[in-house]
């Protein structure tokens, strides 16, 4: 089999030296691969950014920009790009910190062509290894959320119905049973509703992952959707002596969307907000709007998140590590659910928080009239 065969891309040939170049292009060409020649670090690296090639090959020793700092910048690029040095004898040294560095291999000067071709289809034969590996691992990856939601699937009935045997058994014994055995009841019937939940959002989770949940496109107005979703939330804020302010302004202009899934992320938000709030707190739902977007917030005066913990919170599954969510109840699937409603809708989730004092999350999303598929471009 002819190895270009499986070469991805072109092969990026940087070097100083024309003649090198000129050699390399040549002796890699007749092997059948596709290659391009530059004279710097630089041009080079502009083009790997472009193409993303499988191997690059670089001169160690070049003005300007070295071929370490190259194979530094070709990483941040992408690390599966695999990098094989060119050195002078007296470099060897050097060839050692680079394969430090994170190149693949090194070919000392001189080499004749069948010594460079022999590394390179190494090299390539690498490349496809850990395109191939990658491909397997985001495939079992696939399988083991497939059979996760599977059995999730298959785990409510069952649990739906011994919670209800737990029901039916309370009200039967009436009065008779002793508090003991009430109280058994209760907590096994609470982490019953504890599983159940679970089962729910990462259902909730996978739908909208799978692009099944957020699947409506209406003219929504914000403002309906914040006065009802608050007002579900009465009871529970008195509760937790939370007041609820609602500054959405009348002439915010309307989004599409879809409207359960759009009344579930800010149900989440408002529900984290009094959550983790303290007494005497407060949950202000506001918005702005500008050419673009329209950007809804939710701030609450509560206990803050630390900036460490900021860039996890939206993970399936994560809640806070540093004690602040003991006894609070939760299955860390809230903010996963609100960021892929809010990116399914074209839109993005974001957070600012201060440790003690508070934090803010806001959904922005394409106003009206805006079609939009790079949801990392609105801000
Ligand atoms: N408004 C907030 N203030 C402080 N911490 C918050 C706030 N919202 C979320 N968090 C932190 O982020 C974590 C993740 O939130 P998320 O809503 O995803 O999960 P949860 O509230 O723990 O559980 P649930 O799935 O029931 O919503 C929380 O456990 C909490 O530590
Ligand atoms: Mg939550």
């Not at 070097?15 to 530059?38: I, W």
């Not at 996978?206 to 939330?233: H, I, M, N, P, Y």
């Not at 206990?303 to 004690?323: C, N, S, T």
């Amino acid at each position: 089999m002819n190895a270009a065969a499986d070469a991805s891309g072109p092969i990026i040939v940087i070097d100083d030296d024309q003649t090198m170049r000129r050699a390399c292009e040549a002796a890699l060409r007749r092997s059948g691969y596709q290659v391009e020649t530059f004279p710097d670090g630089a041009s080079g690296l502009e083009r790997a950014k472009e193409v993303r090639p499988g191997v690059l090959i670089t001169d160690l020793k070049m003005p300007g920009m070295s071929g370490i700092e190259v194979i530094h910048h070709v990483k941040e690029i992408d690390p599966d790009i695999v990098v094989v040095v060119i050195t002078g004898f007296a470099t060897v040294d050097t060839a050692v910190e680079a394969m430090k560095g994170g190149a693949y291999d090194f070919i000392p000067k001189p080499f004749t062509a069948d010594e460079l071709r022999v590394i390179i289809r190494r090299a390539v034969e690498r490349h496809r290894l850990s395109m191939e590996a990658k491909r397997l691992r985001v495939e079992k990856e696939a399988q083991a959320r497939k059979f996760v939601t599977f059995v999730s699937h298959q785990l409510q009935s069952p649990l739906g119905a011994v919670q209800q045997y737990l029901e039916v058994l309370l009200h039967q014994m009436g009065s008779e049973i002793p508090e003991k055995h009430r109280q058994w009841i209760d907590r096994s019937s609470k982490k019953i509703a504890e599983m159940l939940k679970i089962i729910a959002d990462w259902l909730t989770f996978s739908k909208v992952e799978g692009g099944t949940l957020a699947t409506e496109r209406k003219l929504l107005r914000w403002q309906d959707l914040a006065a009802e979703t608050l007002e579900s939330f009465v009871t529970t804020a008195v509760e937790k002596q939370v007041t609820l302010v609602n500054e959405v302004p009348d002439d915010l202009p309307s989004i599409i969307g879809d409207e359960s899934a759009l009344r579930m992320l800010l149900s989440n938000l408002v529900s984290n907000a009094i959550k983790y709030n303290r007494a005497a707190g407060r949950v202000t739902v506001a918005a702005e709007a500008d050419e673009r977007v329209v950007r809804l917030s939710v701030t609450d005066t509560g206990i803050g998140i630390a900036a460490d913990q900021l860039p996890h919170v939206f993970e399936e599954f994560y809640r806070v590590k540093d004690g602040s969510t003991v006894g609070t109840g939760g299955t860390g699937m809230g903010l996963a659910i609100c960021k892929k409603i809010a990116e399914e809708l074209g839109g993005d989730m974001r957070v600012t928080s201060e440790p003690g004092a508070g934090s803010t999350f806001t959904v922005v999303l394409p106003r009206e009239g805006i079609q939009t598929n790079a949801p990392s471009k609105l801000n």
